[in-house]
């Protein structure tokens, strides 16, 4: 069943704005949740556009400040410190401010803050960059998990999850590697410092764009009619039984939280630090492993790098369409969810293991890698959809906490990946705690139930907090 399947019954799809009374007509639903798909898009693109722009500039800063790979790793380690501490804050403010202003706001502050990095004039100053770039960012995908609950229908909200997170994201880090260290350093000679103020410019014309464009729902849009609002809501109360989530105060939040459900964010939890200790090799070390262990040149350490990033772009599309067909297929939300994290995380860990076998070849080992991200991300929406579910009233706070959790996984790994390669002969020790990550993310997915609320419905005793 289609989103546009999805009817109230008994009364027309849709009217006209206004009352309705004799002679009212009805219309189509318009379609501007594609134009906020869109903007999600472009938004996750971006994100890691800017994001995966570090990796690519610290040979560059290795040289000119003579840092070594440990101190790399600290500054790595800087950014995911904010990013991490301030996932939860971020998604408390989305939830209460609404996304338009709050996304807004963010994505032209972590664009200025990206061009710190640029500005800074010593090590001190990256340190500084680094920090506010990490906060500034913390909020991006909290924010996009709320904006889909608000405009996508559920039957197709895990696939679009799945282009937005997975396609765009990676491809943005994968055009980060391709626009900046392969054209504008590697063909259009660029100094790392001009290059970064690109996407600077690009990152704040992008904010003003989508404070332009987007409203907190359909309801809200000037452009959007009743139809379009009314068939977002119809899709999600005919699959709940009930009416779309309510807004939640922190006490509630707190008071309806019951200990089987945190043991099951808890699952979900360890899952997305192991996933994201692992993929962290790719934001922080994959562009500096190429040049220096294999001497390639930024052309070529800009196209190699970028493989498993466009691998990790296809594999979440496809894992967010494949998600949806077996909850389709199968009637069941909550094993459909944990088979497809589960295989595509303990697949990626193999592939890692089967990768080592050609570490002397750089170009065939980077296709390997191309197929550990693709199976790896496809995983991603799955963790989109499990969070949207289980955080009910608070997608976005659910979320947040998540991302926090995560992002202690991308605190230490940088810093140990660091260290590990500067005391080893080379770096396939790194790798193999990569594939050991991986593997402990795919086990923890056969303990996340999705269909356990982090909030049980509320109660009059919850409401007062009383037993």
Wanted: aromatic share 12%; charged share 10%; glycine share 12%.
């Amino acid at each position: 069943m289609t989103a546009e399947q999805v009817e109230p019954q008994g009364e027309p799809a849709a009217k006209v704005r206004g009352d309705a009374g004799p002679g009212a007509v009805t219309e189509r639903p318009t379609g501007i949740r594609w134009m906020v798909f869109g903007l999600s898009c472009g938004t996750s693109w971006f994100l890691y556009l800017h994001r995966y722009s570090f990796a690519l500039i610290k040979p560059q800063l290795k040289d000119e400040f003579g840092l070594t790979e440990t101190q790399l790793g600290g500054l790595d380690a800087a950014f995911s410190t904010a990013y991490s501490l301030a996932q939860v804050p971020t998604g408390v403010l989305c939830d209460v401010m609404g996304a338009h202003l709050f996304l807004g706001i963010i994505i032209i502050a972590w664009s200025l803050a990206l061009g710190l990095h640029a500005w800074a004039g010593g090590p001190r100053g990256i340190t500084t960059a680094r920090v506010l770039f990490g906060l500034t960012q913390a909020g991006c995908y909290p924010t996009l998990s709320k904006v889909s609950q608000m405009w996508f229908p559920r039957p197709v909200r895990t696939s679009l999850q799945g282009w937005i997170a997975s396609f765009f994201g990676r491809m943005g880090g994968a055009s980060s590697n391709l626009l900046l260290a392969s054209v504008l350093i590697g063909i259009l000679a660029f100094d790392w410092r001009t290059a970064i103020n690109v996407f600077v410019v690009a990152g704040v014309l992008w904010g003003i764009v989508f404070l332009v464009l987007y409203r907190n729902s359909a309801r809200q849009h000037y452009l959007a009619n009743e139809a379009e609002a009314r068939l977002i809501e119809q899709a999600d109360i005919a699959l709940t039984g009930g009416v779309a989530p309510a807004h939640v105060t922190f006490r509630q939040l707190i008071a309806r939280t019951t200990p089987r459900s945190l043991l099951n964010l808890l699952a979900l939890l360890v899952q997305q630090f192991t996933s994201t200790f692992a993929d962290a090799i790719y934001v922080a070390w994959i562009p500096f492993f190429l040049k220096e262990e294999h001497g390639l040149t930024y052309g070529e350490m800009g196209f190699y790098s970028a493989l498993p990033l466009v691998g990790g772009a296809i594999g979440g599309t496809c894992g967010g369409m494949l998600n949806d067909l077996l909850i389709r297929f199968t009637g069941n939300r909550r094993w459909s969810r944990s088979a497809v994290g589960f295989v595509g995380k303990a697949a990626a860990a193999g592939l890692v293991m089967a990768a080592l076998a050609i570490y002397d070849q750089p170009f065939a080992f980077c296709w390997i890698l191309f197929f550990v991200k693709f199976f790896s991300d496809w995983s991603q929406p799955t963790v989109w959809g499990t969070v949207t579910d289980i955080g009910g009233a608070a997608p976005a706070t659910a979320f947040g906490l998540n991302n926090m959790v995560g992002g202690a996984g991308g605190l230490v790994s940088p810093v140990v990946f660091g260290a590990v390669a500067q005391h080893s002969v080379d770096w396939k020790p790194v790798f193999l705690l990569v594939a050991g990550a991986y593997l402990i993310s795919s086990l923890s997915w056969l303990l996340v139930d999705c269909t356990i609320p982090l909030n049980q419905p509320l109660t009059p005793e919850s409401e007062t907090g009383e037993d």
